[in-house]
């Protein structure tokens, strides 16, 4: 006898039957957990009252505590060895004759740092350039004054009359139309200022050189597809994302020119260093505090110029990266409200 279609039942079909648990297996829960007596050391803890151990780095202890170790020794050297003379700085810091060489610099650097930039941007675009004349020429620059020390260049300038007393504009090879006494124009800031120009403009050539190679070729391409003249595509598009790589670059430059001002001493320019060395000579026992206070001065200046650096960079990041660097007072910031939350962590627990 067959059963109607639909009535068979598949065995393997079937859904398994439920097999008896046992009250031994059960989970316990929180309210066994809670039920069995205090002294019982199996209880788990709570997820609040277990902390993660940091690893153990004894090599880094120890590395800091050497570091402190040293750091104390020299603090403690600068601050008690009678030799540094604090006093003697304190009064030499601030004094008229050191400030008058500090506006020196000031001003030496400033020119300087101006006219370098410009005239590395025009080397840089000769070097790239598709004349083989101004690829020489700049290349020939190049080579030139970085190969010179800067010393021998202020020298050279500094008794440029003796070779050419008079200087004039005109037709080349035929009449002059202006004429200049050379003596009366290279004044010692303008030879300072142009020693340290044609020094700069050499390296900072290489810089901006580097910062244009940097650039995506695809920019280049775009640019052209657009059809826009060469001045806008460098000016808009080129140089201001070149920014970004020669910044931090060409700001080492300019604190090594910061540095290099104090040469301008061997050409009768007393500025901040040819001060405190002119007062050396006239107070020989304050030579040491004098030395301090120029090496405190160079200090100031650059890390002005390492801020303003920050700032720029981080100016020309907008575009470059999702979240700008974060600010010194905004990392103070941040660190403070770790450490509130850390504190408060450690007072829950």
Same mark, same amino acid.
């Given at each position: 006898?067959?059963?109607?279609?639909?009535?068979?039942?598949?065995?393997?079909?079937?859904?398994?039957?439920?097999?008896?648990?046992?009250?031994?297996?059960?989970?316990?829960?929180?309210?066994?957990?809670?039920?069995?007596?205090?002294?019982?050391?199996?209880?788990?803890?709570?997820?609040?009252?277990?902390?993660?151990?940091?690893?153990?780095?004894?090599?880094?202890?120890?590395?800091?505590?050497?570091?402190?170790?040293?750091?104390?020794?020299?603090?403690?050297?600068?601050?008690?060895?009678?030799?540094?003379?604090?006093?003697?700085?304190?009064?030499?810091?601030?004094?008229?004759?050191?400030?008058?060489?500090?506006?020196?610099?000031?001003?030496?650097?400033?020119?300087?740092?101006?006219?370098?930039?410009?005239?590395?941007?025009?080397?840089?675009?000769?070097?790239?350039?598709?004349?083989?004349?101004?690829? !020489?020429? $700049?290349?020939?620059? /190049?080579?030139?004054?970085?190969?010179? *020390? +800067?010393?021998? %260049?202020?020298?050279?300038? &500094?008794?440029?009359?003796?070779?050419?007393?008079?200087?004039?504009?005109?037709?080349?090879?035929?009449?002059?139309?202006?004429?200049?006494?050379?003596?009366?124009?290279?004044?010692?800031?303008?030879?300072?200022?142009?020693?340290?120009?044609?020094?700069?403009?050499?390296?900072?050539?290489?810089?901006?050189?580097?910062?244009?190679?940097?650039?995506?070729?695809?920019?280049?391409?775009?640019?052209?597809?657009?059809?826009?003249?060469?001045?806008?595509?460098?000016?808009?598009?080129?140089?201001?994302?070149?920014?970004?790589?020669?910044?931090?670059?060409?700001?080492?430059?300019?604190?090594?020119?910061?540095?290099?001002?104090?040469?301008?001493?061997?050409?009768?320019?007393?500025?901040?260093?040819?001060? !405190?060395? $002119?007062?050396?000579? /006239?107070?020989?026992?304050?030579?040491? *505090? +004098?030395?301090? %206070?120029?090496?405190?001065? &160079?200090?100031?200046?650059?890390?002005?110029?390492?801020?303003?650096?920050?700032?720029?960079?981080?100016?020309?990041?907008?575009?470059?990266?999702?979240?700008?660097?974060?600010?010194?007072?905004?990392?103070?910031?941040?660190?403070?409200?770790?450490?509130?939350?850390?504190?408060?962590?450690?007072?829950?627990?």
């Amino acid at each position: 006898m067959s059963e109607p279609p639909g009535a068979a039942v598949s065995l393997a079909s079937a859904p398994p039957a439920e097999e008896p648990v046992e009250a031994s297996s059960e989970p316990r829960t929180a309210r066994s957990a809670a039920a069995e007596p205090p002294g019982n050391d199996t209880a788990p803890r709570p997820l609040a009252a277990q902390r993660v151990l940091p690893l153990r780095r004894p090599g880094r202890w120890i590395a800091t505590a050497i570091v402190l170790v040293l750091v104390a020794q020299i603090a403690h050297g600068l601050v008690t060895n009678p030799f540094y003379q604090w006093d003697r700085f304190q009064y030499w810091f601030l004094r008229p004759t050191i400030l008058d060489g500090l506006l020196i610099t000031l001003k030496v650097t400033a020119y300087s740092a101006v006219l370098g930039l410009l005239g590395g941007v025009l080397v840089a675009l000769g070097r790239l350039s598709r004349s083989p004349v101004l690829r !020489a020429v $700049s290349w020939t620059y /190049t080579w030139l004054f970085r190969s010179a *020390p +800067l010393i021998v %260049v202020l020298l050279f300038l &500094y008794n440029f009359s003796a070779l050419y007393k008079t200087l004039s504009l005109g037709v080349p090879f035929g009449p002059a139309f202006f004429t200049f006494d050379e003596s009366r124009l290279a004044t010692d800031v303008v030879v300072a200022v142009v020693g340290l120009t044609l020094n700069e403009a050499a390296y900072a050539s290489e810089v901006v050189r580097s910062g244009i190679l940097a650039v995506d070729q695809g920019q280049h391409e775009a640019a052209l597809a657009l059809g826009l003249p060469k001045s806008y595509q460098f000016t808009k598009i080129v140089f201001p994302q070149a920014l970004r790589s020669i910044t931090p670059n060409y700001v080492n430059l300019l604190i090594n020119l910061i540095k290099s001002t104090s040469l301008v001493f061997y050409v009768s320019l007393l500025d901040l260093f040819g001060s !405190a060395q $002119s007062m050396g000579s /006239t107070y020989p026992g304050d030579i040491v *505090p +004098l030395l301090l %206070v120029a090496t405190v001065w &160079y200090l100031i200046l650059t890390s002005a110029v390492s801020i303003v650096q920050f700032y720029v960079e981080r100016y020309f990041a907008r575009g470059a990266t999702r979240t700008l660097p974060p600010t010194p007072l905004q990392k103070l910031r941040a660190g403070l409200r770790d450490l509130r939350a850390r504190a408060r962590r450690e007072a829950a627990i």
